[in-house]
């Protein structure tokens, strides 16, 4: 059974920092694709930052500077770090694993930006 299953996602304060983890399971995470997106209230799917296999990252330019992606192949675990945050940073984000003939998102972890 294939599982993403995120953590981390809070309450902060304007300025604050987090680290959001996705744990997989069930495909083969070393060879994926991973990424973040994520979706603010009333607002569609925003890609965010992904990461190769081989450590390869990109990030969207809205946001580049203030997250790190990275992985642990050994965890089959994707880690976003966010650092800066603003309110307009307020969304639910989702992991997302992407394979030669799959794609596969978790249930998503909500990050709230308020003072």
């Known amino acids: 059974e294939v599982q993403l299953v995120e953590s981390g996602g809070l309450l902060v304060q304007p300025g604050g920092s987090l680290r959001l983890s996705c744990v997989a399971s069930g495909f083969r995470f070393s060879s994926s694709v991973m990424s973040w997106a994520r979706q603010a209230p009333g607002k569609g799917l925003e890609w965010v930052a992904g990461i190769y296999g081989d450590g390869t990252t990109y990030y969207t330019e809205a946001m580049k500077g203030r997250v790190t992606i990275s992985r642990d192949n050994a965890k089959n675990t994707v880690y976003l770090e966010m650092n800066s945050l603003k309110p307009e940073d307020t969304a639910v984000y989702y992991c997302?694993?992407?394979?030669?003939?799959?794609?596969?998102w978790g249930q998503g972890t909500q990050v709230t930006v308020s003072s």
């Open positions: 997302n694993a992407e394979g030669t003939r799959y794609g596969y």
